[in-house]
Nanobody
Framework: QVQLVESGGGLVQAGGSLRLSCAASGRTFSRYAMGWFRQAPGKEREFVASISWSGGSTIYADSVKGRFSISRDNAKNTVDLQMNTLKPEDTAVYYC????????????????WGQGTQVTVSS
């Protein structure tokens, strides 16, 4: 059993930055790829970014490429999402996930999810 707890969400003006963090416990963190997904009201949960177990490989959704950066610290069992140049369309609940064997854009390849953290970007 693994537990994931996200933090760092909040309200920010367009053009601003936020850094989300996800703390994992209960399973060997460094064996699995990690991912960030988001869900806006009335929309399906969508992929944002994913990182390999070593941190050496990352993938991003086209909508965030060049603005967001995913990183991990296996010694601290954390994965972060640095979000820059935020836009109102980035407003969503952000979830971290684990369990994939490699970086993936597919929700079904992740077997454990956090409760989410709200990010609101005002125009």
């Amino acid at each position: 059993q693994v537990q994931l707890v996200e933090s760092g969400g909040g309200l920010v003006q367009a053009g601003g930055s936020l850094r989300l963090s996800c703390a994992a416990s209960g399973r060997t963190f460094s064996r699995y790829a990690m991912g960030w997904f988001r869900q806006a009201p009335g929309k399906e949960r969508e992929f944002v970014a994913s990182i390999s177990w070593s941190g050496g490989s990352t993938i991003y959704a086209d909508s965030v490429k060049g603005r967001f950066s995913i990183s991990r610290d296996n010694a601290k069992n954390t994965v972060d999402l640095q979000m820059n140049t935020l836009k109102p369309e980035d407003t969503a609940v952000y979830y971290c996930a684990t369990g994939a064997s490699g970086p993936s854009i597919i929700r079904g390849q992740f077997d454990s999810w956090g409760q989410g953290t709200q990010v609101t970007v005002s125009s």
